[in-house]
């Protein structure tokens, strides 16, 4: 039987462990506390393993970027790519404003726990911690410094020899392996969690995750069908429906059941040659696209950002959106290919409101918990993208 279960897919296993999860909180609560230590496990596995991950991903990401292409098509690409990201973390920031979610999290019980009291401290810690020692912020899981240190290292080694980059996309690839793994425990924890969970708090904890799920599902349909098509329709002048919605549909879909933006690239590629882009585009821009092109992943760092600043109500303030905006737009350019991988860099906007990587992890497993359509949805928005912002600066172009 566990032989058999293994050979499941992801998203099947997870469905298996929610179901199984609810069932023992509703059978048998009082054998929840000895399931404990599975959603105890998973948690520490993924606060041990998402330091490292950013700043591995991340520096290699930057150090193996080809830049000076005399294809005149990829800058404006990239433009699109960074300005979809920021106006989806925009529009998760307004959806979560609008309809405020509240999660279900373990707070420290002596109150240690000091959310920052005004901007001019967010903005102080902000600062500290990007300036942070770079051993201390890995081991300290400071994800602003490490963000910080990554991406200077990374531009730094843009300049080193082929070899030295090789290096570092193999040691980028090894940690993908570590991350695979332990996703792989997922419906084990995911098992622990809900049914402690469940046992805890009841119906009223399925309520809280079903506004949360629409929440972050409305986002980003909304980006879908309305942030992408203005900015289509800005670049092309044209009616953009048709090109947004064969994007959705030929690109979107598939994407929905790989839920990996890198699986997609073949048919993205396909796509972008039956739409008659050039090869010498299409071939830089989806890749790229696939990499770091993530305004799924941009609206799921917010949205759960914010879930944990109204739990902890922690004061927000328009000028600090603006930054957590800029913040989820940089993290998700570093989200891992890996199904859940946009989940572990939650702790970098979390880090801006001084909330603690206990808790942030926690947030992040509540993530694992909805991810079964979130990440797809997220794969299918991000994935159709590429091909949809490659497709409209080539007509745009012409």
């Known amino acids: 039987?566990?032989?058999?279960?293994?050979?499941?897919?992801l998203v099947t296993?997870?469905?298996?462990?929610?179901?199984?999860?609810?069932?023992?909180?509703?059978?048998?609560?009082?054998?929840?506390?000895?399931?404990?230590?599975?959603?105890?496990?998973?948690?520490?596995?993924?606060?041990?393993?998402?330091?490292?991950?950013?700043?591995?991903?991340?520096?290699?990401?930057i150090a193996n970027f080809k830049v000076g292409s005399s294809n005149a098509a990829i800058k404006p690409i990239m433009l699109m790519y960074a300005a979809g990201m920021f106006l989806a973390a925009l529009s998760a920031v307004t959806a979560s404003m609008l309809f405020p979610s509240t999660l279900f999290l373990d707070l420290p019980a002596d109150g240690t726990l000091t959310p920052p009291g005004s901007l001019s401290e967010i903005f102080k810690n902000l600062v500290l911690s990007f300036i942070a020692n770079p051993v201390s912020a890995i081991s300290e899981a400071n994800f602003i410094g490490i963000l910080a240190w990554s991406v200077a290292l990374g531009l730094a080694f843009r300049h080193a020899s082929e070899t030295t980059k090789n290096v570092l996309n193999d040691a980028a690839n090894a940690v993908n392996s570590v991350i695979r793994l332990v996703i792989s425990f997922a419906p084990f924890g995911i098992f622990g969690l809900v049914a402690v969970t469940f046992a805890d708090a009841g119906l009223s904890t399925l309520m809280s995750y079903a506004q949360l799920l629409a929440v972050l599902l409305g986002t980003m349909v909304f980006v879908a069908?309305?942030?992408?098509?203005?900015?289509?329709?800005?670049?092309?002048?044209?009616?953009?429906?048709?090109?947004?919605?064969?994007?959705?549909r030929e690109s979107g879909i598939t994407a929905f059941f790989t839920r990996s933006s890198a699986a997609n690239i073949p048919v993205n590629l396909d796509l972008a040659k039956?739409?008659?882009i050039p090869e010498s585009t299409a071939s830089v821009a989806i890749p790229l696209g696939a990499a770091i092109n993530m305004a799924g992943a941009s609206v799921t760092i917010t949205v759960l950002s914010l879930a944990a600043v109204n739990t902890l109500d922690i004061p927000v303030s328009f000028t600090t959106m603006l930054i957590l905006s800029v913040v989820a737009t940089v993290s998700a350019c570093g989200a891992s290919g890996v199904a859940g991988g946009s989940l572990l860099l939650i702790p970098v906007a979390c880090g801006l409101f001084g909330i603690s990587s206990d808790i942030?992890?926690?947030?992040?497993?509540?993530?694992?918990?909805?991810?079964?359509?979130?990440?797809?949805?997220?794969?299918?928005l991000n994935s159709s993208t590429d091909v949809l912002f490659t497709a409209a600066v080539d007509r745009g172009m012409r």
């Open 274 to 276: 039956r739409l008659g």
């Open 1 to 9: 039987m566990f032989s058999a279960f293994t050979r499941l897919s």
């Open 360 to 380: 942030a992890m926690q947030v992040v497993a509540i993530g694992m918990v909805i991810s079964v359509l979130q990440d797809s949805t997220e794969t299918a």
């Open 225 to 248: 069908l309305v942030i992408n098509p203005i900015m289509v329709a800005f670049v092309t002048h044209k009616n953009p429906y048709p090109l947004v919605l064969q994007c959705l």
């Open 13 to 61: 296993r997870i469905v298996i462990a929610i179901i199984l999860g609810v069932l023992v909180a509703v059978i048998a609560p009082q054998y929840t506390p000895y399931l404990t230590i599975l959603g105890d496990l998973f948690i520490k596995a993924l606060k041990s393993v998402a330091p490292i991950l950013v700043f591995v991903l991340v520096l290699s990401s």
